[in-house]
């Protein structure tokens, strides 16, 4: 399985937009369902949101609205745009690839690869 590579973390204002992406060291992302989870420190992994092979999306009701996730033309990066953030999107964003099925789309178990992580910080 190829290796998954967040970048695109940082430190924003509440209000302020950011842009995170997750590569797999220069090769393609093949087929697999890409997704964003988040865990905030002291609570469990989240879902935020996936995007399939066929580019169908799913976020959760949190960020619905706000964050945006796509693929590139070229199958080597998925991007989540991130808008009008707000503090309780504070969390390390981790992208997972895997094959879910529709009952676990938006669990960890879905997905068998995970990327390291990449710290988002909102201030208020």
């Known amino acids: 399985q190829v290796q998954l590579v967040e970048s695109g973390g940082g430190l924003v204002q509440a209000g302020e937009s950011l842009s995170l992406s997750c590569g797999a060291s220069g090769r393609t992302l093949g087929t697999d369902t890409i997704a964003w989870f988040r865990q905030a420190p002291g609570k469990e992994r989240e879902f935020v949101a996936k995007?399939?092979?066929?580019?169908?999306?799913r976020y959760a009701d949190a960020v619905k609205g706000r964050f945006s996730i796509s693929r590139d033309k070229d199958n080597r990066a998925i991007s989540l745009q991130m808008n009008s953030l707000k503090s309780d999107d504070t969390a390390v964003y981790y992208c997972a690839a895997g094959r879910p099925i529709a009952s676990t789309m938006a669990t960890i178990g879905g997905y068998n690869n995970w990327g390291q992580g990449t710290q988002v910080t909102v201030h208020s």
């Open positions: 995007i399939s092979w066929y580019s169908i999306t």
